[in-house]
């Protein structure tokens, strides 16, 4: 059975810094309201798979992920600096759209309910 726990301490390590940094040190216009949800760890910790959330139309989200991409070799170089580790990952940002998905999942929902209490009424009638 594989221990865990170094991979979930440095994805969470991980997620927190580049939030961090995403927010207090870029300065890229086309860089949105993005969110980074989670970080996914390869075995041996050498590459890592960014998720990010961004609120906005499809168009928004390609320009946040187009100056994610041109911002890794910077925000790597950060990580190397903030973190303890003897190889940095090699970082690839990847568009989480579960938030998204959810959403849409809770407005069908809504609207089922809505139109099962309207049928409901008219059957009782």
Known sequence: MRNNRREDQL???IT???SDLMHTRMKDPRIGFASIT???LSH???YAKVFVSVLGT???QKETMRGLGSATGFLRHELAQRLTIRHVPEIAFHLDESIARGARVMD???Q???ESSVTG???SD
Do not use: F, I, N, Y
């Open 121 to 123: 009424k008219e059957e």
């Open 112 to 114: 089922v309910r809505s």
């Open 58 to 60: 499809s168009q928004e």
């Open 108 to 110: 069908l929902l809504k």
């Open 44 to 46: 041996d910790l050498r």
């Open 38 to 40: 989670g970080v996914e």
């Open 16 to 18: 927190r810094e580049l």
């Open 11 to 13: 994805s969470g390590v």
